[in-house]
């Protein structure tokens, strides 16, 4: 009488094959995990910065217009609006006879840059400006202004601007 072999094949997965699978695919999990973490905190960073930047470009485009058209100026400490100063946080600008044609003042209460009506012109971000005059060039205004980015971190701005002739 011969031996009875079994031709039947195993089907299926042993246990150590299984808890690999289930293994692997939690490392896979977890990886993609952290990968889109990181992509998610990248974009919001970058979008709070494109904010301070567009706050930063809109505050800069309201001053340079206004410098722009203005033959002097004088630089002043507010609520001081007599004596002139350097570096200040208040500037009169003024047209041809030296009549003041419009004024930028850093409000320290309310952390606003205001113009000569008491209208805001800044966001919320802002919390410093201060003026001073080029020392090369005395037709030239460098403004200077602290603002905080959406991650809370100070970035510090700086510019200038002349006068027209």
């Known amino acids: 009488m011969q031996p ?32 889109y973490r990181g992509v998610d905190r990248s974009f919001k960073s970058g979008a709070h910065k494109m904010v301070g930047q567009a706050e930063a470009t809109q505050l800069s485009t309201i001053i340079s217009r206004q410098m722009r058209v203005s ?12 004596q002139e100063t350097n570096p200040g946080n208040g500037i009169a600008l003024m047209d041809d006879v030296g009549n003041v ?11 606003t840059l205001t113009d000569g009506a008491g209208t805001s012109l800044t966001a919320t971000s802002v919390r410093m400006i201060q003026f001073s005059p080029d020392p090369v060039s005395p037709l030239t205004i460098r403004y200077s202004y602290r603002a905080i980015d959406g991650d809370g971190h100070i970035v510090d701005i700086e510019s200038a601007i002349a006068l027209r002739n």
């Open 71 to 82: 033959s002097g100026y004088m630089i002043y400490t507010v609520p001081d609006r007599v």
């Open 101 to 111: 044609t419009y004024r930028f003042e850093w409000n320290e209460d309310d952390r």
């Open 4 to 35: 009875i072999r079994s031709k039947s094949r195993q089907s299926g997965l042993t246990l150590i094959e299984l808890m690999l699978v289930i293994m692997l695919s939690m490392v896979v999990t977890l990886g993609a995990g952290a990968v």
